[in-house]
């Protein structure tokens, strides 16, 4: 390997006339050097102790020694960092979260993570008092509460005046009051909408809650969030994110107004973190018609975002059986079969990658089944790459037809850990067989590109390696792992979280390692992962994060 990294970084040397040009050291280096796609369980890896950086592209990663004698070749000073041992390794790349969101969250009402129903309430009122207009924000989780049920409007009565529309923690369930029901002129004449639910007490009246589709219904009154708080919610999001050591973002779902913001902010040198990013839809491929290719990889438009069924949580995921703990649903079908189908065969004709949230069995049945039409019919298409985000819960044999298509597994550890128990009540242990499958399926061939899908789940990918690598909570249940057979290795998670994540974008050429000519996008972390303790991963902590060459974040002393 070493052979192939000097004789490519001697290539680059003639190629150009150097100038700004830094050279890291006294760093302990790691970057995978082939993804999944060439090697399968094995992970080929390259281990390094100072890297050489030009004009924001990788020269060459070695020892000081050989890398002071590549740069004194250069002809012109050589800005030289010490490390300080740091762990140096490729800019994180969480292959599913959803950008704006995350920002978003940051500026509304958040309740993550509150323990009760009663607690929920009391913090919701506490919020109503320090403005008007719509209280939004959310993720709340049922399953965390004592109560062990959906919240209703009734337990917003006498709460506030204020319409409030709070999103569960997975964003495919929604809780409304009285005012933002009756803002949206919802009663119990209000017929549920294809792919939707409007959970109803026993004499058929709205309880408060909407799953999937149904929470349009009360998303039409919402106000629009203006210029001004989208560019604040992109701030605030992009802070978060390189603060973790992510320098890039598949972002699962935006329109044409955020796609714009993102191009423009890019433009002026104010967007730091890269964003591949999946349009919003049906009606957003229609507006913007081809992909879009970014020169500087900042701001890439080239895939499709779209959904299958909802989620376990709301019981929404699309089963062939009923749930376990709720007879007679089988959850929904976001878009039927036939029309997910069209839309893959436009999407692929049109050259985009498509990527499709599924999360049931069924769902990911339906997936597989479109991605095979639309491959049998547009010979050389699987080349786009097509993926299934989440790949959640699958049949056997579509954990094998995965593989046989080449569709790639778009997945997230820390849903496995969040989800274990309820998943688990919801489908019993039999059918779990094909659930959180990262191993069986990288085993088979797949490529794992490996995300957090934030804001559902905290952004933190070292949370996302200890889930990987332990199958834990990070308070080290159960013992052993929850299904331990499915486990990671560090050096797989760790792939997946770069440069499989990559490829998974068709950008393996130009990010995810540190091999000459590539982006230099690295992370310093002030702990080994080689040297720390499995269950102590999620503790890592980022010291400094680099994109193109340019410290983007340094953590405060």
């Known amino acids: 390997m070493r052979i192939r990294l000097m004789t490519l970084a001697a290539s680059l040397l003639a190629q150009t006339a150097l100038a700004d040009t830094t050279l890291f050291y ?54 030289r960092i010490d490390g300080e041992g740091a762990f140096l390794m490729p800019g994180l790349i969480d292959a599913h979260g959803h950008f704006t969101s995350l920002g ?57 005046d204020r319409p409030v529309w709070l999103r569960r923690v997975d964003g495919h369930a929604a809780w409304a ?40 219904l009360i998303d039409a009154q919402v106000p629009r969030p203006s210029q001004a708080q989208l560019e604040a919610a992109i701030g605030a999001a992009q802070d978060i994110m390189l603060s973790k050591g992510l320098t890039q973002v598949h972002d699962a779902g935006a329109g044409v107004r955020t796609i714009e913001t993102f191009q423009r902010l890019a433009d002026q040198g104010a967007l730091k973190v890269r964003l591949y990013v999946m349009v919003a839809g049906e009606e957003t491929l229609r507006a913007l018609g081809a992909p879009q290719d970014d020169p500087a990889d900042r701001v890439d438009v080239q895939a499709v975002k779209l959904y299958s069924d909802g989620a376990l949580g709301s019981r929404g995921a699309a089963l062939f059986e009923d749930y376990s703990d709720d007879e007679g649903n089988r959850g929904l079908l976001f878009t039927s079969a036939e029309d997910l189908a069209r839309i893959v065969d436009d999407a692929t004709a049109k050259g985009w990658q498509v990527g499709i949230h ?173 040297e720390v303790a499995p269950e102590a991963l999620w503790k890592l902590q980022v010291k400094e994060t680099w994109i193109a060459g340019e410290r983007v974040y340094k953590k405060a002393p």
Not at 367 to 388: K, M, T
Not at 435 to 463: C, I, M, N, Q, R
Not at 487 to 516: C, H, I, N, V, Y
């Open 104 to 160: 978003y969250d940051a500026l509304r009402l958040n309740i993550t993570g509150l323990q009760s129903l009663k607690e929920t309430v009391a913090a919701i009122a506490a919020y109503a008092k320090t403005g008007d207009g719509w209280i939004t924000g959310g993720r709340w989780n049922q399953e965390h509460w004592p109560e062990g049920r959906f919240p209703t409007a009734a337990d917003l009565s006498g709460v506030t």
């Open 358 to 530: 599924a999360i049931g069995p069924r769902a990911n049945a339906v997936v597989l089944d479109a991605y095979a039409q639309a491959f049998a019919r547009y010979p050389g298409s699987r080349e786009l790459r097509h993926r299934i985000e989440h790949a959640q819960v699958m049949r056997p044999d579509d954990l094998q037809r995965t593989i046989d298509l080449g569709v790639v597994a778009s997945m997230q550890p820390t849903h496995a850990t969040s989800d274990m128990w309820m998943a688990e009540k919801r489908l019993g242990s039999e059918r779990l067989a094909g659930g959180y499958a990262w191993a069986t399926l990288l085993k088979k061939g797949a490529v794992l590109a490996l995300g957090s899908d934030f804001p559902v789940e905290p952004p933190d990918p070292v949370f996302g390696l200890h889930a990987a690598v332990t199958r834990q909570s990070r308070q080290d249940d159960p013992p052993g792992g929850w299904r331990p057979s499915e486990k990671l290795s560090l050096a797989q998670a760790l792939r997946g979280f770069t440069l499989d994540a990559a490829w998974s974008a068709r950008q393996e050429g130009q990010l995810g390692s540190l091999e000459p000519t590539k982006w230099a996008d690295f992370v310093l972390f002030e702990q080994n992962p080689f």
């Open 177 to 216: 009051n009285a005012a933002a029901m009756a803002a949206a002129g919802v009663s119990a004449d209000t017929l549920d909408p294809q792919g939707g639910q409007i959970i109803r007490d026993e004499e058929g009246n709205p309880t408060g809650v909407f799953v999937d589709a149904a929470m349009d």
């Open 26 to 79: 006294n760093v302990q280096g790691w970057t995978a050097t082939a993804s999944a796609a060439d090697t399968g369980t094995m992970v080929e890896e390259a281990r390094f102790s100072a890297l050489l950086v030009h004009e924001g592209r990788v020269v060459s990663a070695g020892t000081f020694d050989h890398l002071r004698t590549l740069a004194a070749r250069l002809g012109e000073p050589v800005t």
